[in-house]
């Protein structure tokens, strides 16, 4: 089982990227994805869930109406969608999945983690 984010870079306050997650060693269908982040000397935090129903599930709300999230299940990718980035939003992206629905904020739920992708947001 892996994962495996990317498409993170420097982007000016007020940009825009995309992340994706890859996964590979089992069938996206069933799986829920969530995405976190962790800043320098901060702890990790969740930012967005995606369940493999297709609702979704705002950790932070600091990114509401900023962030979406959607799957592309044939070709086995979740995406973080980032608009209107902020300095605040730097930190290092992770994507985790687990079996079951978003539901609360629970990070031991999620089983499998990939390694992450560098956002740095310049002011």
């Known amino acids: 089982v892996q994962l495996q984010a990317s498409g993170g870079g420097l982007v000016q306050a007020g940009g825009s990227l995309r992340l994706s997650c890859v996964v590979s060693?089992?069938?996206?269908?069933?799986?829920?994805i969530g995405w976190f982040r962790q800043a320098p000397g901060k702890e990790r935090e969740g930012v967005l869930c995606?369940?493999?129903?297709?609702?979704?599930?705002y950790y932070l709300d600091s990114v509401k109406g900023r962030f979406a999230i959607s799957r592309d299940n044939a070709k086995n990718t979740v995406y973080l969608q980032m608009n209107s980035l902020k300095p605040e939003d730097t930190a290092v992206y992770f994507c985790?999945?687990?079996?079951?629905?978003?539901?609360?904020?629970?990070?031991?739920?999620?089983?499998?983690w990939g390694q992450g992708t560098l956002v740095t947001v310049s002011s």
């Open positions: 995606g369940s493999s129903g297709g609702g979704s599930t």
């Open positions: 060693g089992f069938t996206l269908d069933y799986y829920t």
């Open positions: 985790a999945a687990m079996r079951g629905l978003c539901g609360s904020y629970v990070p031991r739920r999620f089983n499998y």
